[in-house]
């Protein structure tokens, strides 16, 4: 009785660990905070592959490249996802990553490839822009700025508010847009002339949005000008009841900064095959159809299409503003202190 | 009592030794083999002159007002009885364990608009969250002085200030040093409070880590910055311990049913009220706040974030009121955890006076939690120590926070226990256990169910190390808050505020329950 229960615990802990050399039951996806998945397509996922999907969320994009830095070789999941054209230098430089090619990227617009290796694969883009509250222009009788040029106009005298770019990713965004439109250093006059103009610098996007701007629901901010992304009109529209007819709030198209999130197979992964699996499930049609509504950005796939409130209330900028990722790794570090140099002391 | 020191010293070594020193001690030794800034370059740079200066200077400032916000409350419920009291002790809990980010953006819609940036709403803020340290440790000792001596001077002909002056006070001071410790500590490493209400000017040493070690990634400047700001808390330490034992022992110790008693004349009636009353207005502003916009939706109020928080939703990958038996359950293991440890090692502390014990304990609430949470990933990574994904690591890092309240609160209570009570009961043939059973524990017990109260709250609203270490799809609430703020949208943002009240009165209903879960052994209570 005794040896039988033994064998049974012996058989359990076998199981539980996955076996000796049997194929592996899991894949893991590491991620930000901001990732998010309908329940039926994860469940898509795992009745094709067989695999549990598990997913392990690691702080902000920075935060889960440091750590997959830190586990280089040694990982923590199969697959990272969120590395973005700000990090992905870096995530390269330090070799966390497996080349992969995914039959599916042939769907995938080409400019948003931006490794020729493959050790990354495009996902979604979502673009930075500044937002304005349209009531407040109406109210105003004012035409809300068309470009990031404007702003810097009397008219818009103390009406922007932006994010620390030392310590936000959108605030980051906006500083390197400015600087993919006016050169380096040509965008140093930029925002000298933009501090003369009152421009608020907060801390992170949470407070520039929800407490300073004046066009978010609930805010009694009152800033009409704020630093935000492509698809917070669509979101303004969808998460609040009943649902307005039309966005409350509006895009400077001319504004936008392209970030394009990548993913990639890790190096060390244990389950190499069901994390290239993984990868092609991400680019597959049902995935990338999926992206919008849950993470409010716009899926890699040209073939994918929008959701109606998508269609309906979200810009998706024609010439969107971008940087190489080695321009931005070389001079980030300089151009955040000089940043704050101008701006803040 | 000699042959309980291995178990009494060596259970909490071993615990902050692999749980603390070991992650700790390997995320910075991997920091310094690295490549990045030079230590002498971080060193001299004026900027790190700056931020730690800055550090200290906020930090004894907030220790200073908390305790002067705090005191008068810590005296109303350490010396009366009144309808209500342990109500009072449970709510100052509430801004303690709500999550910094917030509190952070209450604090913007309540503070008049000259305050609303720069070192004052730092302090304030800082002092808004550790009220309660003060009122509770103080507050708590204060209970149990006997309140008899007091009576004597008085009879004596010594006026309150010098009753005040030369027996309160130094009466007092082990548990306010105790006090003050947490609280510098928590102010030393503040950090979301600090970038929030002080503007892109003002950083402590804890946001030039983060900033290092996430934004920059120059792991040797994070690690070089965190050896400087662990030389700083350990002088802290150093000079806390050395106070609090400078001052401690003899105090005179009663029970809590023989010290408090009913506000009788006008005068008394008046300071307890007004002592609450301020208290109230201090802390219930911004938490109204919390509450108005958690009920503002569309065009004037209503409860349809708290109907959403029964749906699931895409912020999180489980519906939000999931989060709430979540974090009861992490919150239960770690307070079982915290008050095991935290005990045993209050009593090694308080009976062998073991120094480094002592300071040891103090450490966790100094350290960076930035790279602890790094050390916990590359230190426990592989067998026997493959720990990273296990479920019962966030109880161990949020029970690692909670000790050392557990230590303060209990330890001074057991070390001012006058020995020849233990030496006495001795002699009349008392084997040791039943010296600790019948002397120290009813006296400690209200200790211990304090500790145990603060060790739950703790556990409740922790948040940076359990945001790096909870699976999730068991998100707990500070965690839940935290998500749906990061998402545009009026739901999303009602649906935070929301589970920030939801976290209020967990926080009340669940302290409550702990203290009412006291020993009741030995007739005292």
Redesign the interface.
């Known amino acids: 009785m005794r040896a039988t229960l033994v064998l049974l615990a012996i058989a359990v802990a076998v199981t539980a660990c996955g076996g000796w050399g049997d194929e592996p039951t899991e894949v893991v996806l590491v991620t930000h905070?901001?990732f998010?998945v309908?329940?039926d397509v994860k469940q898509a996922f795992e009745t094709e592959s067989g695999l549990t999907l598990r997913?392990?969320?690691?702080?902000d994009a920075?935060?889960v490249?440091?750590?997959a830095?830190?586990?280089a070789g040694?990982p923590?999941g199969d697959v990272l996802f969120g590395v973005d054209n700000n990090l992905v230098a870096?995530a390269l430089a330090g070799e966390i990553f497996e080349p992969y090619e995914s039959p599916e990227l042939a769907s995938v617009d080409p400019g948003l490839v931006l490794d020729t290796e493959h050790r990354v694969t495009p996902i979604d883009h979502g673009e930075v822009c500044l937002n304005y509250d349209k009531t407040s222009y109406e109210r105003r009788s004012l035409d809300p700025p068309d470009s990031i040029a404007d702003v810097v106009d009397e008219r818009y005298r103390d009406q922007l508010v932006v994010e620390?770019p030392?310590?936000s990713t959108p605030g980051l965004a906006f500083l390197l847009a400015t600087i993919a439109l006016y050169g380096d250093p040509g965008w140093k006059g930029y925002w000298r002339r933009l501090r003369e103009n009152g421009v608020l610098?907060?801390?992170?996007?949470?407070?520039a949005?929800?407490?300073r701007f004046s066009g978010?629901?609930?805010s009694?901010g009152k800033r009409p000008i704020v630093v935000?992304?492509a698809s917070?009109p669509p979101?303004?529209v969808?998460?609040?009841?009943?649902r307005p007819s039309a966005a409350p709030t509006g895009v400077i198209e001319d504004s936008c900064f392209r970030q394009i999130e990548l993913a990639g197979v890790l190096r060390g992964t244990a389950n190499e095959e069901g994390a290239r699996r993984l990868v092609d499930f991400m680019l597959s049609r049902r995935f990338q159809e999926d992206i919008p509504?849950?993470?409010?950005v716009f899926p890699a796939r040209r073939d994918a299409a929008l959701p109606p409130e998508f269609e309906k209330f979200a810009v998706v900028p024609e010439r969107p503003l971008e940087l190489a990722p080695e321009e931005i790794e070389a001079n980030r570090?300089r151009w955040v202190d000089e940043w704050?140099d101008i701006?803040?002391? | 009592v000699r042959a309980w020191r291995p178990l009494t010293v060596g259970v909490p070594l071993v615990f902050l030794a692999l749980f603390f020193l070991y992650p700790l001690a390997a995320i910075i030794e991997?920091g310094l083999r690295g490549d990045g800034d030079s230590a002498l370059d971080v060193l001299t740079d004026p900027t790190t002159r700056d931020v730690v200066w800055f550090t200290v200077w906020q930090a004894l400032a907030s220790t200073l007002l908390t305790i002067a916000v705090a005191l008068p409350a810590a005296y109303v419920l350490g010396r009366y009885r009144f309808r209500g009291r342990g109500v009072v002790s449970a709510v100052v809990l509430v801004p303690f364990v709500l999550p910094t980010?917030v509190v952070?953006?209450a604090f913007?819609?309540v503070l008049p608009e000259p305050l609303e940036r720069g070192w004052a709403p730092i302090l304030i803020a800082h002092a808004f969250f550790n009220v309660a340290v003060v009122v509770r440790v103080v507050g708590g000792f204060w209970t149990n002085l006997d309140p008899r001596i007091g009576e004597a001077a008085a009879t004596l002909g010594a006026s309150p200030s010098r009753r005040f002056r030369e027996i309160t006070a130094p009466l007092l001071s082990p548990a306010l040093a105790a006090a003050a410790a947490i609280v510098f500590l928590f102010s030393f490493t503040s950090f979301?409070i600090v970038?929030?209400l002080g503007?892109?000017?003002y950083a402590t040493i804890e946001a030039e880590i983060y900033?290092q070690?996430?934004?920059?990634?120059d792991l040797r400047a994070a690690a070089v910055l965190s050896l400087v700001q662990l030389t700083c808390v350990i002088a802290a330490v150093w000079v806390a311990t050395r106070l609090e034992r400078r001052v401690s022992g003899g105090a005179p110790l009663r029970a809590e049913r023989d010290t408090l008693r009913q506000p009788r004349t006008a005068g008394e009636k008046l300071v307890v009220g007004l002592s609450l009353g301020a208290l109230g207005l201090f802390l219930g502003l911004p938490l109204a706040v919390l509450v108005e916009?958690s009920l503002?939706?569309?065009d004037g109020y209503g409860l349809?974030a708290y109907e959403a928080l029964g749906r699931?939703t895409?912020?999180l990958?489980a519906a939000p009121w999931e989060a709430i038996v979540n974090s009861i359950v992490y919150a239960a293991a770690a307070t079982v955890i915290a008050v095991v440890v935290g005990g045993l090692a209050a009593f090694a502390v308080a009976r062998t006076r073991s120094r480094v014990l002592d300071g040891l304990v103090l450490l966790p609430l100094g350290a960076s939690a930035v790279m602890l949470g790094?050390g916990f990933?590359?230190a426990f990574?592989?067998e026997p120590l493959d720990f990273?994904?296990a479920p019962w690591i966030v109880p161990v890092a949020q029970a690692l926070v909670a000790i050392p309240f557990v230590v303060r609160i209990v330890a001074p209570t057991l070390r001012s226990i006058d020995p020849r009570q233990r030496e006495a009961a001795a002699l009349l043939g008392a084997p040791p256990t039943r010296v600790v059973r019948e002397i120290d524990l009813p006296i400690v017990s209200r200790g211990v169910a304090v500790a145990a109260g603060f060790a739950f709250a703790i556990s409740l609203g922790e948040f940076g190390a359990t945001?790096?270490l909870a699976?999730?799809?068991r998100p707990t609430l500070p965690v839940a808050i935290?998500?749906f703020?990061?998402?545009?949208?009026?739901?999303?943002?009602?649906q935070a505020y929301a589970l920030a009240v939801v976290l209020m009165a967990v926080t009340v209903v669940s302290v409550l329950v702990v203290e009412r879960a006291r020993v009741r052994r030995g007739g005292w209570f």
């Open positions: 905070d901001s998010a309908s329940e997913i392990l969320k690691a702080g920075g935060e490249v440091t750590r830095l830190l586990t040694d923590e870096r620390n030392a310590t610098v907060v801390d992170g996007w949470e407070e949005y929800t407490v978010a629901a609930g009694r935000s992304y917070s979101a303004e969808i998460f609040r009841d009943p509504l849950q993470m409010f570090e704050t701006v803040v002391r | 991997r980010v952070a953006l913007l819609a979301a970038l929030i503007g892109p000017r900033n070690a996430v934004r920059l990634f916009r503002a939706v569309g349809a699931p895409s912020v990958l790094l990933l590359i990574d592989t990273r994904a945001v790096f699976r999730p799809d935290f998500r703020l990061g998402r545009p949208g009026e739901l999303n943002v009602a």
